[in-house]
């Protein structure tokens, strides 16, 4: 935990995951937030694979954040993934967006992530 920067866990999540992986991830989070008092759950994300299982890991690590009254951060993710965790309408509860990766992508005519329109 970081002190100077609020009460934040740290969690690296290393990959690949599988969804079998899952469920103990889940437990292993929650009992970690009950442990301590956390403001902010921090999930290190480099190296991750942008795939379901991913965002559905990420979702439930997002409950278990969300029911010790914490938020969560992702840090270090691709691209890729937080595309995937905006196509899926997760943006909101990952508190992720993907960055426009230039001046013109960051028109979004619209459409919501910074995700480039197409005409």
């Known amino acids: 935990m970081d002190g100077a920067a609020g009460r934040t866990l740290s969690l690296t999540i290393k990959g690949p995951l599988r969804r079998g992986d899952l469920p103990g991830l889940f437990a292993r989070t929650c009992?970690?937030?009950?442990?301590?008092?956390?403001?902010?759950?921090?999930?290190?994300?480099?190296g991750v694979r942008a795939d379901a299982v991913a965002v559905d890991a990420l979702a439930r690590l997002a409950l278990a954040a969300r029911r010790s009254?914490?938020?969560?951060?992702?840090?270090?993710?691709?691209?890729?993934?937080?595309?995937?965790?905006?196509?899926?309408?997760?943006t909101d509860v990952l508190g992720a967006e993907p960055k426009p990766r230039d001046a013109a992508a960051g028109r979004t005519a619209g459409r919501s992530c910074g995700s480039k329109g197409r005409t």
């Open 69 to 90: 009254g914490a938020r969560v951060r992702l840090s270090g993710a691709s691209q890729e993934l937080l595309a995937l965790v905006c196509l899926m309408g997760l």
């Open 31 to 46: 009992a970690l937030l009950s442990s301590r008092d956390v403001d902010e759950l921090r999930c290190e994300l480099a």
